[in-house]
């Protein structure tokens, strides 16, 4: 299934699980950033110095918390990495506290011990939530999530995973992003 779109079947039982089935997590890629990685003189602590959100990223993400809440997911915890355009999309998606988690911030330009160890803090938080209640919400950065899963996303989609008997992260499925625009 990885790198294609659902089927309505196949989305409308995911929307089904993620209403039932506790321990669930999706991992969200920020909505619409144009662009690639951060410009130069990038700072964590100044959004200006980043890649930001367009005004149709800014759509997207508020989508994304409508569609959360017409399919009546029960979202426990949001956590989104420190990157502005990340905790601009988990806050307009409005379905709870974002906490800013350095687990989840980008690794595009990281070196590969830096990837490793945010992968590894990444599966820990994702790990804790195996038994949570409900579903618990990260939102992050393309190249961070493939690390995690193998999948691709775009902008604005989410990929639902959650920890199999045997430990591993297994991908449920994917919840397209939305479309903004014409």
Same mark, same amino acid.
């Given at each position: 299934?990885?790198?294609?779109?659902?089927?309505?079947?196949?989305?409308?039982?995911?929307?089904? #699980?993620?209403?039932?089935?506790?321990?669930?997590?999706?991992?969200?890629?920020? #909505?619409?950033?144009?662009?690639?990685?951060?410009?130069?003189?990038?700072?964590?602590?100044?959004?200006?110095?980043?890649?930001?959100?367009?005004?149709?990223?800014?759509?997207?993400?508020?989508?994304?918390?409508?569609?959360?809440?017409?399919?009546?997911?029960?979202?426990?915890?949001?956590? @989104?990495?420190?990157?502005?355009?990340?905790?601009?999309? #988990?806050?307009?998606?409005?379905?709870?506290?974002?906490?800013?988690?350095?687990?989840?911030? @980008?690794?595009?330009?990281?070196?590969?011990?830096d990837a490793d160890r945010k992968r590894l803090q990444a599966e820990r938080i994702i790990r804790a939530h195996r038994d949570g209640d409900g579903v618990l919400v990260l939102v992050g950065h393309q190249v961070n999530i493939t690390?995690?899963? @193998?999948?691709?996303?775009? @902008?604005?989609?989410?990929?639902?995973?959650?920890?199999?008997?045997?430990?591993?992260?297994?991908?449920?499925?994917?919840?397209? #992003?939305?479309?903004?625009?014409?």
């Amino acid at each position: 299934m990885l790198g294609s779109a659902p089927s309505a079947a196949s989305e409308a039982r995911l929307w089904s #699980a993620l209403r039932s089935e506790d321990g669930l997590v999706v991992l969200y890629r920020h #909505a619409i950033a144009p662009g690639t990685g951060d410009p130069p003189g990038f700072r964590l602590g100044d959004c200006s110095t980043q890649r930001n959100l367009s005004a149709d990223g800014r759509e997207q993400a508020r989508m994304i918390g409508r569609q959360l809440r017409k399919e009546r997911v029960p979202v426990t915890a949001v956590r @989104s990495s420190r990157w502005c355009r990340a905790l601009d999309t #988990a806050r307009l998606m409005a379905v709870g506290v974002v906490r800013p988690t350095r687990a989840l911030d @980008s690794v595009f330009t990281a070196t590969q011990s830096d990837a490793d160890r945010k992968r590894l803090q990444a599966e820990r938080i994702i790990r804790a939530h195996r038994d949570g209640d409900g579903v618990l919400v990260l939102v992050g950065h393309q190249v961070n999530i493939t690390d995690l899963t @193998s999948a691709v996303p775009d @902008s604005g989609e989410g990929i639902v995973v959650r920890v199999a008997d045997d430990g591993r992260l297994e991908v449920v499925g994917h919840l397209p #992003a939305p479309s903004v625009g014409g």
